[in-house]
């Protein structure tokens, strides 16, 4: 995400990708989980808003993943707001 915040959009989320293909959700439905929740932010963070809510829908619901006060308050989330899949996300939690 540090990448993502310092305009190494790219490099962020190759990053994240390839942290989340080694710490797989099955190995851990926490931590992994919290894995795939931090690919939706650099995703985000990045501008690729389209695999940042593919992303959170794939990991809300899980253990570990961020309820909708997150999604609504958390400036992570910023790009995503206004989006009407992204508002109806936030609304489903």
């Known amino acids: 995400m540090a990448d993502a915040l310092l305009g190494n959009g790219e490099r962020a989320v190759a990053e994240a990708e390839a942290i989340v293909r080694d710490y797989k959700v099955e190995r851990d439905a926490v931590e992994g989980a919290d894995m795939v929740r931090w690919l939706a932010a650099t995703y985000a963070l990045a501008g690729r808003r389209e695999e940042a ?41």
């Open 53 to 93: 809510i593919a992303t959170l829908r794939r990991v809300m619901g899980q253990p570990g993943s961020q309820g909708s006060g997150d999604l609504r308050l958390n400036p992570i989330w910023d790009g995503l707001r206004g989006g009407p899949e992204f508002e109806a996300m936030s609304r489903e939690q």
